[in-house]
């Protein structure tokens, strides 16, 4: 079976972080569903996948040329499967917030701009990771699953397209 040319395969990968970003945006301007901590970080996943697959679609390195080449198909892929890893888990800590009980629910946290201000930046991001109980309100929902569980399937998705082009010998 012969993969198609890793520069399309990338630009489809960014094309549809863009799009995920698109609806993100439109769900919370348009539907006006404010995104809780878990969600902005998740945000922040998309856009770095976005940003190493737009420069992989610049770059255009080919897994069979020379050394540095390689060396950058090699590692746009696996900066893509660690962006999508640390937003599937970050996704999976939500979804599992959705399934606790409400009394074992962690407190609500102050607004992100507020903690900006005035905590430490080790603090404010150990606080936002663990998420709150506004993170397991489920608040919408598409075929049946919640905002969470379906970007949870996109980034097990970008893990996997990571990794065909981390595994991959030629273009």
Not at 74 to 103: E, H, K, M, N, S
Not at 138 to 163: C, D, K, N, R
Request: glycine residues 6%; charged residues 10%; hydrophobic residues 55%.
């Amino acid at each position: 079976m012969t993969l198609p040319a890793s520069r399309p395969l990338y630009l489809l990968a960014f094309i549809a972080c863009v799009l995920l970003m698109a609806i993100a945006l439109y769900m919370e301007h348009g539907m006006g569903l404010e995104p809780c901590p878990l969600c902005i970080v998740q945000r922040v996943a998309v856009i770095l996948i976005g940003l190493v697959c737009l420069a992989a679609v610049i770059h255009n390195p080919q897994p069979k040329a020379d050394g540095r080449r390689r060396l950058a198909s090699r590692g746009y892929a696996l900066g893509t499967l660690v962006f999508a890893l640390f937003g599937a888990a970050i996704a999976a800590r939500q979804v599992w917030l959705q399934y606790l009980p409400p009394d074992q629910l962690p407190a609500c946290l102050p607004s992100l701009d507020y903690m900006i201000d005035v905590l430490p930046f080790q603090e404010m991001l150990s606080l936002l990771l663990s998420g709150t109980a506004d993170c397991a309100e489920v608040s919408w929902t598409f075929l049946g699953l919640s905002i969470p569980e379906g970007t949870l399937l996109g980034f097990i998705a970008f893990s996997l397209f990571a990794l065909v082009q981390l595994l991959r010998r030629q273009d």
